[in-house]
């Protein structure tokens, strides 16, 4: 008997984006959009278009672009957000408009200010409205997990009766456990009169870090769509994660009535580019996707490993798209394969020019590291796509860094600020705090930095060095990344690719703004 199908949801560039920090230019979401469609990923919330213009034209470039995925846009029940994700999407060759609306009595007194009866009466609205662009319209009580089950079998009864053709039932602020979200699902699915008429999609929150355990226990009563994100990222504690879902499903097949259609070979590489592109690492211990997943340091564990794999071992690395590092490229490496390489990676770059550049970079790290890996030219990449930012305004141009013990580290740097080189020298309590400080005279910026993070991107100890530092400046707060073998000047770069996505009118405030 075949199995269900399980949609996967993916809303990596809407929620996801909603970290802080993390906000993507059109050119990063279309990067991780062709990467979900090749996952196979069924359907992307590419944003939220009435949030801003940059966030329309995102949206709509990812439409365009999209071929075999359906395209989706998150609207607020108004008329006004209807309208604006309706024309982002349409343009899709499979759009979906996304409306929701408060539905828990804290909700709808303290943020809506409005009555039941009103919220259901715009609900309804609201889907007709994206009806008028769409028949994939789906629809979201927002904070379902604490909203009264009548008055959630009222407005859904309804809003399928107006043309919703998936219902979402969120568990907004992480709240529920699965004992209770589970049955919850099934109850709306029992008690509304049209709800076979609907697919039923969970969206849950990771709070309590529950997020999975709740989404799955939804699956069992019989939801049909998860809605999830690449690493689990997302507001707050993040959401549920999408590599989690999908082998948790694929592994307990004994279990699950539904599986998939995700192609798990490219988990690892879709984690690693919203990684890069966000600014966000993956902790080494996280399930599926962190680099200690599947690493077995227990003698009694290696030993069991060694005689037959399934003994510690429930899926294998390669199924979801770990290598063994495979040397892919040297020193004498020639164009031509490197550009097949990044073809192979699922790197797409945009022109000949920018290959060029790339391919100069790639000659640059072979000359300080011997072997190139593939996480090597990922990051490359990364970092080339960070330092052509539209509006770029400033640039490393040198550095020099000075340690010793018992002496007071110092650094002088040279930044090119609008075209004009600028040298300054700082002391500091090492070669990092020195180097920023010598930066911060320079640009003046009065940014607070929030984060500093430092992680190796393969193993030895001539690996490249990768930074992520986050800033925040009138309440706008960005991620900077840099990557490079000597980790002061991985510092700075991060340091100064911040600063750059502070002053670029690409990069938005989060769309919650």
Avoid at 165 to 184: Q, S
Avoid at 241 to 249: F, G, P, T
Avoid at 283 to 305: L, R
Avoid at 407 to 413: F, G, L, V
Wanted: contains cysteine; negative net charge; glycine residues 8%.
């Amino acid at each position: 008997m075949a199995k269900e199908k399980l949609i996967i949801f993916d809303t990596t560039m809407r929620d996801g984006e909603q970290s802080p920090g993390a906000s993507m230019t059109r050119d990063e979401k279309l990067r991780i959009a062709r990467q979900l469609e090749r996952m196979r990923v069924d359907v992307i919330e590419a944003g939220f278009p009435a949030s801003s213009d940059g966030d329309f034209e995102a949206v709509k470039a990812v439409a365009s672009a999209i071929k075999d995925s359906t395209v989706c846009g998150l609207a607020r029940a108004n008329e006004k957000d209807v309208r604006r994700c309706g024309e982002a999407v349409r343009g899709a060759r499979a759009p979906r408009v996304h409306t929701f609306i408060a539905t828990s009595p804290i909700h709808m007194e303290k943020k809506l200010r409005m009555e039941p009866s009103q919220v259901i009466e715009q609900a309804v609205r609201a889907v007709k409205w994206a009806r008028e662009y769409t028949d994939n319209v789906e629809f979201s009580p927002e904070d379902a997990g604490r909203s009264d089950l009548d008055f959630l079998c009222r407005i859904l009864e309804r809003v399928i009766k107006a043309g919703a053709t998936t219902i979402n039932v969120p568990d907004t602020v992480g709240y529920t456990l699965p004992d209770h979200f589970g049955p919850l699902i099934r109850k709306l699915r029992e008690r509304i009169p049209n709800s076979e008429r609907a697919v039923w999609s969970v969206h849950c929150h990771n709070d309590l870090g529950l997020a999975v355990a709740n989404s799955l226990a939804a699956v069992l009563n019989g939801a049909r769509q998860v809605e999830c994100t690449i690493n689990g990222l997302g507001e707050r504690a993040g959401n549920a994660s999408l590599e989690e879902i999908v082998m948790a499903v694929r592994t307990r097949q004994d279990v699950f009535p539904c599986d998939t259609g995700i192609d798990a070979t490219q988990i690892v590489p879709a984690s690693k580019l919203v990684s890069g592109i966000t600014g966000y690492p993956v902790q080494p211990n996280k399930a599926i996707v962190g680099a200690n997943a599947f690493a077995h340091e227990s003698g009694i564990h290696q030993d069991g490993v060694l005689k037959h794999r399934e003994t510690y071992e429930i899926m294998s690395a390669e199924s979801v798209g770990w290598s063994t590092n495979r040397l892919t490229l040297g020193k004498l490496s020639g164009r031509n394969a490197f550009k097949n390489r990044l073809q192979e990676l699922g790197i797409e770059l945009g022109s000949e020019e920018a290959l060029n550049a790339a391919f100069k970079r790639f000659k640059d790290l072979a000359d300080k590291k011997r072997e190139i890996f593939d996480e090597d030219l990922q990051a490359l990449i990364t970092e080339e796509n960070l330092e052509h930012v539209e509006n770029e305004r400033y640039h490393l141009v040198s550095l020099t860094a000075h340690s010793e013990t018992g002496e007071q580290p110092y650094a002088r740097i040279v930044v090119s600020e609008a075209g004009q080189e600028k040298p300054a020298q700082a002391q500091g309590s090492g070669p990092v705090d020195a180097s920023f400080k010598a930066i911060e005279s320079i640009v003046r910026s009065g940014a607070e930095l929030l984060l500093y993070s430092v992680n190796n991107i393969t193993s030895g100890t001539d690996a490249q060095g990768e930074v992520t530092v986050r800033l925040a400046k009138g309440g706008r707060i960005v991620n900077g990344q840099g990557a490079d073998t000597d980790i002061v000047v991985a510092s700075a770069k991060a340091y100064i690719n911040a600063l750059n996505k502070l002053h670029s009118k690409l990069e938005r405030i989060n769309p919650q703004v």
